[in-house]
């Protein structure tokens, strides 16, 4: 897989990023709270949103293989 470097993101850009409402992204995340953790404020930290890629696979707009 090629090197990939996540940046800080808030909910809404996530749920942008695999095209759904902020609604159904918080379903998608939460059998995943724990492994993710606790957001900064508004925003998930790289490492949170790379430990999403890898909960939820990658957003479509990302063609990493």
Same mark, same amino acid.
């Given at each position: 897989m090629e090197e990939f470097i996540a940046t800080p993101m808030s909910l809404s850009e996530l749920a942008t990023a695999y095209d759904v409402?902020? &609604?159904?992204?918080?379903?998608? #995340?939460?059998?995943?709270? &724990?492994?993710? %953790? &606790?957001?900064? %404020? #508004? #925003?998930y930290t790289p490492k949170q949103v790379h430990k999403i890629y890898e909960c939820l696979g990658y957003p479509p707009y990302l063609d990493i293989k």
């Open positions: 409402s902020t &609604k159904i992204m918080n379903k998608w #995340l939460d059998p995943h709270r &724990k492994e993710i %953790g &606790k957001r900064i %404020g #508004l #925003l």
